[in-house]
């Protein structure tokens, strides 16, 4: 029992570890695991920011002889990341709870003495000393508890499923948190100034890893301002801190143009340069969608309230009440912990994007720690009504296993192989060496860079991704794949760079020259590539690009629909297709993804099946509407397509 209570907060991490392992990931999943995966097993260069402290260590990991898959063992470092984070934030929990009287004000601890003093006399030692201490037992209780009701909650259990920069993320946010407080409860007895540059060491390593460690940096100020005063003192404590914190910087991020200088396999931005290097880690190319209106921030404010009890559904009443008690008893505490929700979420509600959910993770993270303090609270009024703590007990065990039943379904990705089977499948529908031009990127394209340049599957098609020719750096990576690709584009190519140059570097340019410019291009690559090889074309730039005439195919080209894609043909000939014995395993419970997975699959048979028709191939035809109704039964076929089977 003992081993017990002085080890809860690493049982905690290993239970909920084992836990996540229930619904990790066995491939990649959608938007960036295919990317991030292959950046780390390959040592390569991320989208922006580059994550290169995500990278290094992905990699180191990735080289454990392990007897998993490359994918699922980096998957399982996600769920390592976020369990661990997890028994950190319960041992700080505790380890704040143990020095409480650190955070109270004076004021409050005289008010507090002063009640006591009265109870006592009129007879009612039996209460006990309720306001500033607390009993081993509840402190215990309360710390396993945020941490459980952190660890289970949607957002944050979702990081542990696959890859993903989020999962180091709160790993690191957690160290932070605890080399904080510690300094800070520290600094009374001993005013060293170690755990302040421990501090400052995760908080150098949270910036390498995701910038959104900001966030932590007004609580942070609040805390120290607190401690030490903002006087001159102060800032020579502060002037100390920058020099680990800026050297630890640098050495980190100087993996970006290291390896970049050495061309790897995915060379994101390709940072050799000062330029390169400050646009690729500020995330300039995401910038757009930072601060863009109000009517954004109230839609994306409006969707963190919706989702919210969705997140802890119980849980959610605990942190409100753990939020009114903080605010009663312990008022440091509570500001810090209420300026940090504040900033973080009035900062990511200001990003428009459509995966914001990790971004209020911190939020969550204070959500928790509130919770913490209702678990007090519960059992302060247990003690006056005479309420028996098993009850209590009970009630917090429900509330977590609810939030677990609840939120299971949402998280789980065990059984999740949709975007590998589509990604196998659409690189298997074309012939050797053929070109596949797409956008696709949250459904194929970026698990195509781990299937194809990890696990080398169908290495010899060339995926190109029609958004990342807007970019500079991409043409080098093209080129370093595949150098036929843009052979005899050179002149193309370098007009479009030229005319590209002022606009990654913020400067006036000419938005129809470099649009004229851009198009060129695309219609290039099918000019340059279709003669010699099989050109496809995805079918979102047919229903969407080409349909508004921003693509255009060139005089004397045309389209045949081929099972998944496109294949830009030169003659209205018939061109027969693979037979459709895919099989994409898609999960029990539908998601954004997998629908429109299924809709990009479905519509592309159903033009296959109008294609066979028009050359009079009846029994042809039926084999891929019969592929919809025995493979897709939810799908609405248009009548017409129907019609074919009679």
């Known amino acids: ?27 990649v999943i959608q938007i960036d695991s295919g990317e991030l995966a292959a950046v780390q097993a390959t040592l390569g260069i991320a989208h922006p920011t580059g994550y290169p402290l995500f990278t290094l260590l992905g990699y180191l990991f990735s080289l454990l002889p392990l007897p998993f898959s490359t994918i699922y063992q980096l998957n399982m470092l996600a769920s390592i990341w976020c369990a661990a984070a997890v028994g950190i934030f319960s041992y700080t929990i505790k380890m704040v709870l143990d020095n409480i009287e650190r955070f109270v004000q004076p004021n409050q601890k005289k008010s507090t003495e002063k009640k006591h003093k009265k109870k006592s006399a009129k007879g009612l030692h039996q209460e006990q000393k309720i306001n500033l201490q ?22 944050f259990w979702f990081q542990s499923t696959s890859v993903e920069v989020y999962s180091l993320h709160i790993f690191l946010l957690s160290l932070i948190i605890y080399f904080l407080f510690k300094a800070f409860i520290k600094s009374f007895g001993d005013d060293k100034l170690f755990n302040w540059l421990m501090f400052a060491i995760f908080l150098a390593l949270g910036f390498t890893n995701h910038m959104t460690t900001l966030l932590i940096l007004p609580g942070v100020a609040y805390l120290f301002f607190l401690r030490y005063g903002f006087n001159q003192n102060s800032f020579k404590k502060i002037g100390l801190m920058p020099l680990i914190f800026f050297p630890l910087l640098i050495l980190v991020y100087s993996y970006l143009p290291i390896r970049a200088s050495q061309q790897p396999t995915i060379n994101w931005g390709n940072p050799v340069d000062l330029e390169r290097i400050i646009r690729h880690i500020s995330g300039k190319q995401y910038q757009v969608w930072l601060f863009t209106s109000m009517d954004a921030a109230k839609k994306q404010l409006g969707y963190f309230f919706e989702t919210m009890p969705g997140e802890f559904t119980f849980g959610l009443i605990t942190a409100v009440t753990g939020l009114v008690y903080s605010f009663r008893k312990t008022k440091k505490i509570f500001l810090f912990m209420f300026i940090t929700f504040l900033f973080t979420v009035l900062y990511s509600i200001n990003y428009d994007i459509v995966d914001i959910d990790s971004y209020f993770l911190l939020a969550y993270v204070m959500l928790a720690f509130f919770s913490s303090f209702a678990v007090i609270f519960f059992f302060e009024y247990a003690a006056k009504n005479k309420i028996s703590p098993v009850l209590i007990n009970t009630i917090l065990i429900v509330i977590i296993v609810l939030q677990i039943g609840f939120n299971i379904k949402k998280v789980n990705q065990s059984d999740n192989y949709v ?45 190109v991704d029609k958004e990342l020719l807007r970019r500079s750096w991409y043409y080098n990576q093209l080129d370093t794949h595949d150098p036929e690709l ?144 025995s493979d897709f039964p939810g799908y609405q076929l248009p009548e017409v397509a129907l019609q074919i089977l009679k």
């Open 419 to 463: 975007f590998e089977d589509y990604t196998k499948s659409l690189l298997n529908s074309v012939p050797q060496n053929s070109v596949v031009f797409s956008y696709q990127w949250d459904y194929f394209l970026s698990a195509s860079y781990y299937f194809q340049f990890v696990e080398n599957y169908r290495k010899d098609i060339t995926v």
């Open 134 to 155: 607390f009993s081993e037992s509840t402190k215990l209780i309360a710390s396993v508890f945020g941490g459980l009701l952190l660890a289970f909650s949607k957002t």
């Open 1 to 27: 029992m003992k081993l017990i209570l002085k080890y809860y907060h690493l049982i905690t991490g290993a239970a909920v570890f084992i836990f996540y392992l229930r619904t990790l990931a066995p491939s």
């Open 486 to 629: 843009l052979k005899n584009m050179n002149s193309d190519v370098n007009n479009f760079l030229k005319a590209l140059r002022p606009f990654e570097r913020s400067e006036n340019f000419n938005t129809n020259l470099l649009e004229s410019l851009y198009r060129k291009i695309m219609t290039g690559l099918v000019v340059n590539n279709s003669g010699k090889r099989n050109f496809y074309i995805a079918s979102e730039l047919v229903q969407n690009e080409m349909q508004r005439g921003e693509f255009v195919l060139p005089p004397g080209y045309d389209l045949a629909p081929d099972l998944f894609l496109f294949k830009v043909v030169r003659s209205n000939e018939y061109y027969p297709a693979v037979e459709p014995d895919f099989k994409i395993r898609f999960e029990e419970s539908d998601n954004y993804y997998c629908n429109t997975i299924r809709n990009f699959i479905c519509s592309m048979l159903v033009r296959r099946a109008y294609y066979e028709m028009t050359f009079g191939f009846k029994e042809k035809a039926k084999k891929y509407i019969n592929k919809i109704l």
